[in-house]
């Protein structure tokens, strides 16, 4: 019989808390480079921005992994 790890739904959970921050700094750099800024400012900010989102699509991956493999008591 598995014990639960009463960590382990905190981990998931800020790791959601970190994806979604870096989702949302992304998606704004992403306005922000498309629409205001112009020449290599804009394309370093679209570049971040991509970046930030790819990250924060791995740390929500990793989050549901964990919470979808888990051992189950």
């Keep these: 019989?598995?014990?639960r790890d009463?960590?382990?739904a905190a981990r998931r959970d800020s790791?959601?808390?970190v994806a979604?921050?870096?989702a949302l700094v992304g998606l704004v750099l992403l306005v922000l480079g498309l629409t205001v800024a112009d020449g290599a400012t804009a394309w370093i900010e679209v570049?971040?921005?991509i970046a930030l989102l790819l990250v924060s699509y791995g740390?929500?991956?990793v989050a549901r992994r964990?919470?979808?493999y888990r051992d189950r008591p």
Excluded: H
């Design 1 to 3: 019989m598995a014990t």
């Design 6 to 8: 009463p960590d382990r």
């Design 15 to 17: 790791r959601l808390l």
């Design 20 to 22: 979604g921050i870096l």
């Design 47 to 49: 570049v971040v921005a």
């Design 59 to 61: 740390l929500q991956r």
């Design 66 to 68: 964990g919470s979808l």
